[in-house]
C-alpha cells in the first residue's frame, strides 16, 4: 500500500466519524430545543408529577444578571437502597433550551441534593422536576425575575 492510499484511507475515515458524531450531537441537541410542556413529557414519559414540599428550591427572586443565576434543589430522602432520589431536573419556562440540568443519583450519595448555576434569557419560572426510586415524579417552582438578560 502507497503511502498517499493510506493517507486517503485515514482521511476518509476521520469524515465518516466526524460526520457520524456530528448527526448524532444534532439529534441531542434538537432534544433540549423543546418547550417546557414537551421536555416535562420527555423527561417523565408522560406520567402525573405533582408539587412536593419535600423539594426545598432556592433562587434568587430578582436576578441582576441572568447569565449566572444561582440554583439549589434540595429533597428530603432518605437516600436508602429502597427510597432515593433519582434524578434532579432543572428546567426553565422561557428559555430556547429549556432543559438546563439533568442530574442522576444513587443511594451512594448520601444526600438528594445538586447545586449549579444557569442562563435565564428573561423573567421566568425555575422548575425543579424530581424522579424518585419508585418512579414518581415531584416537583417545585419558583419565579426568578431577571433584570439583565443572560443568554442575548
Known amino acids: 500500500m502507497k503511502r498517499r492510499d493510506f493517507i486517503k484511507g ?3 475515515t476521520s469524515a465518516m466519524v ?3 458524531n456530528l ?4 439529534k441531542v ?3 433540549n430545543d423543546l418547550s417546557f410542556d414537551a421536555a416535562v413529557k420527555a423527561i ?5 408529577v405533582k408539587k412536593s414540599d ?5 433562587v434568587p427572586e430578582i436576578a441582576e444578571n441572568g447569565a449566572v443565576v444561582p440554583v439549589k434543589v434540595e429533597v428530603k430522602s432518605p437516600m436508602t437502597e429502597e427510597d432515593y432520589v433519582k434524578s434532579i431536573h432543572v428546567l426553565n419556562t422561557k428559555n430556547g433550551n429549556t432543559r438546563c440540568a439533568d442530574v442522576m443519583l444513587t443511594p451512594a450519595n448520601a444526600k438528594g441534593y445538586f447545586s449549579t448555576r444557569i442562563k435565564l ?8 422536576l424530581v424522579e424518585l426510586s419508585d418512579g414518581t415524579f415531584l416537583n417545585a417552582a419558583k419565579s426568578v425575575k431577571v433584570t439583565i438578560g443572560g443568554c442575548g
Open 10 to 12: 485515514v482521511f476518509a
Open 18 to 20: 466526524v460526520s457520524t
Open 23 to 26: 448527526m448524532a450531537e444534532e
Open 29 to 31: 441537541i434538537g432534544a
Open 44 to 48: 417523565t414519559d408522560g406520567k402525573e
Open 54 to 58: 419535600k423539594i426545598k428550591l432556592t
Open 121 to 128: 434569557s428573561e423573567t421566568q419560572d425555575v422548575v425543579a
